[in-house]
């Protein structure tokens, strides 16, 4: 397996496409916004298609990378989707963060299509993409993951086979949960602290020596959020996304969990002061004092 395409170069799409190309893939890209495929495509040094078409007649392997199920779905099942186009035996790998229950049912069509699929959505943000240092939460049939691994291991240096298809969107959802969680609750306890007269950038060091340290603690506060940097590259309207289908997977599940539907009606209700294109470290600012989480709770 020598060419592989990659859907969507945004910045995710474009560093994965160049991580690929680093590890000696033939890669092709291709975006809904032809300006953009034509300019990834000259700085990153690889071949441009004009049409989905163009693209799957060119590669044994598809990489997506697009912000959200819906997008998926269309660009799978739509006219001239890739459902309809993809040769038999294509490997097709979701990086996107999506929702589970719309990979598994993609997962039956594809497959009725001879059309192999693997989910695997990521975390370590565009500089991991760019520089292949992923973490990646892997779904998938067994044969297709050991189909999957030579493009999978120039993505990402740590990666995890949950389980069958779907299994890596559930992981990646539940590990975002967890991050929009210990974002809420970091800032609150260092406010705690600050009003009792101790500075955070003091304060930090010690929590991550300590059992309260978190991804939250040890990365998001020093490098994104203390040195007012919110330059992660993943959007408010991304990670808001992300809970909302976590706390859906709850609900289908029946479950009444209440801190984590706490945790999605403080983010639905974020959309009130903190605009969708801010860095999604910006929730540590959200006076939650000015919340209406009551009506937000709708969000699940």
């Known amino acids: 397996m020598k060419a592989i395409g990659v859907i969507g170069l945004g910045k995710m799409g474009r560093g994965m496409a160049a991580s690929l190309k680093r590890a000696g893939f033939q890669v092709t890209g291709l975006d809904a916004n032809p300006e953009l495929t034509a300019r990834v495509a000259q700085e990153e040094g690889i071949n441009a298609a004009g049409t989905l078409a163009q693209l799957l007649a060119d590669v044994q392997a598809v990489v997506m990378s697009l912000p959200n199920s819906a997008i998926v779905r269309k660009l799978v099942e739509g006219e001239d989707g890739i459902a309809a186009l993809?040769?038999?035996?294509?490997?097709?790998?979701?990086?996107?963060?999506?929702?589970?229950?719309?990979?598994?049912?993609?997962?039956?069509?594809?497959?009725?299509?001879?059309?192999?699929?693997?989910?695997?959505?990521?975390?370590?943000?565009?500089?991991?993409?760019?520089?292949?240092?992923?973490?990646?939460?892997?779904?998938?049939?067994p044969e297709d993951l050991s189909a999957a691994e030579p493009v999978l291991s120039a993505l990402g240096s740590k990666r995890f086979v949950i389980?069958?298809?779907?299994?890596?969107?559930?992981?990646?959802?539940?590990?975002?949960?967890?991050?929009?969680?210990?974002?809420?609750?970091?800032?609150?306890?260092?406010?705690?602290?600050?009003?009792?007269?101790?500075?955070?950038?003091?304060?930090?060091?010690?929590?991550?020596?300590?059992?309260?340290?978190?991804?939250?603690?040890?990365?998001?506060?020093?490098?994104?959020?203390?040195?007012?940097?919110?330059?992660?590259?993943?959007?408010?309207?991304?990670m808001r996304k992300d809970v909302r289908l976590a706390i859906d997977m709850m609900a289908q599940a029946g479950l009444a969990l209440p801190i984590s539907?706490?945790?999605?009606?403080?983010?639905?209700?974020?959309?009130?002061?903190?605009?969708?294109?801010?860095?999604?470290?910006?929730?540590?600012?959200?006076?939650?004092?000015?919340?209406?989480?009551?009506?937000?709770?709708?969000?699940?």
């Open 261 to 300: 539907s706490e945790v999605g009606a403080v983010w639905a209700a974020s959309a009130d002061s903190i605009d969708d294109t801010e860095d999604f470290n910006r929730i540590v600012e959200l006076d939650t004092n000015a919340v209406d989480t009551k009506n937000a709770i709708a969000y699940g």
């Open 86 to 141: 993809a040769p038999a035996g294509l490997l097709l790998i979701d990086t996107t963060t999506a929702d589970p229950t719309v990979t598994q049912a993609l997962a039956v069509v594809l497959r009725a299509r001879g059309v192999r699929f693997v989910d695997a959505p990521v975390s370590g943000g565009p500089r991991g993409a760019q520089s292949g240092d992923l973490t990646m939460f892997i779904g998938g049939a």
């Open 163 to 238: 389980g069958q298809v779907g299994a890596g969107h559930i992981a990646k959802l539940v590990n975002n949960l967890l991050v929009a969680s210990h974002l809420l609750t970091a800032s609150e306890a260092f406010r705690i602290a600050e009003a009792a007269g101790v500075n955070t950038t003091q304060l930090i060091e010690a929590v991550n020596a300590g059992s309260g340290r978190s991804g939250v603690t040890l990365y998001n506060y020093p490098s994104r959020i203390l040195n007012k940097g919110f330059d992660s590259g993943f959007t408010m309207q991304l």
